[in-house]
């Protein structure tokens, strides 16, 4: 199984078209060392590497599929290497890029959780958008622990974890949660036996988050913010971490002190960070720490073989 990180930020982006902050005018003006990132979104091929199946679709898409050479056109006068979209949430970082797709020559098998279809055909109907161009043809991703196969991932086993985290602004579940809002997905390529577990969006680390960050030989997990408070010292927004159902990486019960439980093997990487995260600055402490913690962060364009 190779996983290729498409977009490894949050929401906005890195740098964010309107943010002024100190990471953001920082890449735009090289006065630190960063990376610029777009909107989070992974791709999965299995045994077929001709293949693959397009987690979560961002606003960022077209960008992300004209850089990666292996999702482009080859092999007829329409066409895409993309099998299948699975999507972990609602959210506008992981849905609008489906408008992009239009094109596609027929419709588009698209897994996602009955919540998710919920707000994809309600408060922000892209399916119902999408039934006028390509069309969509939904597949429920099922929340009972069942596991299940995605055409385009060949051999690749899935299996969805309800995660404590968000719906998007816009949903009615947003301050009523419902199981399904948001989920992390756990990837087993069958031959090898190796395992991902892949959340970008986690509140909280609940007993069954733990079994599956334990039995996965990497983790690509909610890298949003350093701290519960930093978009509002920053004076950037008044929502906290927690707020928006992300996990903080520092401080009691963040991030890195579950990551640091993990076992040592376990391959560990922030992904979907916030422009306001000081780990973007390479030259930063917190950057620092994250290493003396074996922790990496991902990068538009890396690739993960499992
Ligand atoms: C989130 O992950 O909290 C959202 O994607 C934020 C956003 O919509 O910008
Ligand atoms: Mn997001
Ligand atoms: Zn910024």
């Known amino acids: 199984m190779k996983i290729r990180v498409l977009g490894s930020a949050a929401g906005g982006g890195f740098p964010q ?18 990376t ?21 679709a961002s606003p960022d898409i077209l960008a992300q599929l004209k850089a990666s050479p292996s999702l482009q056109p080859a092999r007829g006068a329409r066409d895409t290497p993309l ?3 699975v999507l972990v949430d609602g959210q506008i970082d992981h849905t609008t890029g489906l408008l992009m797709l239009r094109e596609a020559t027929k419709p588009w098998p698209i897994w996602c959780t009955d919540s998710v279809h919920g707000d994809l055909t309600g408060p922000h109907p892209v399916f119902e958008v999408l039934s006028h161009y390509c069309g969509v043809e939904r597949h429920a991703i099922p929340l009972d622990g069942a596991s299940f196969s995605v055409d385009g991932a060949v051999g690749v086993s899935w299996r969805a974890v309800a995660l404590e985290s968000k719906a998007a ?5 947003r301050e009523a949660p419902v199981v399904g809002d948001n989920i992390g997905l756990f990837l087993r390529d069958e031959t090898s036996q190796r395992s991902a577990f892949y959340a970008p969006g986690l509140g909280a680390v609940s007993d069954t988050v733990w079994e599956h960050l334990r ?25 906290h971490a927690r707020d928006m159902g992300h996990l903080p990486q520092s401080g009691p019960g963040g991030m890195i002190q579950w990551l640091d439980r993990l076992p040592s093997a376990t391959r560990k990487i922030l992904i979907h960070i916030n422009n306001s995260n000081p780990i973007l600055d390479e030259d930063s402490s917190e950057r620092a720490q994250l290493r ?6 991902a990068h538009d364009g890396m690739e993960i073989v499992l």
Do not use: Y
Request: hydrophobic letters at 35%.
């Open 17 to 34: 078209w309107n943010c002024n902050c100190r990471n953001c005018a920082g890449v735009r003006n090289g006065t630190i060392r960063a």
């Open 36 to 56: 610029a990132r777009t909107q989070s979104s992974i791709a999965v091929s299995g045994a077929d590497a001709g293949e693959s199946v397009l987690v979560n």
């Open 83 to 85: 099998k299948s979209i």
């Open 169 to 173: 602004p816009f949903s009615p579940h």
């Open 215 to 239: 039995l996965a030989d990497c983790v690509l997990v909610d890298g949003t913010f350093w701290s519960d408070d930093e978009m509002v010292r920053l004076g950037l927004s008044r929502k």
């Open 292 to 297: 003396e913690h074996g922790i990496e962060l």
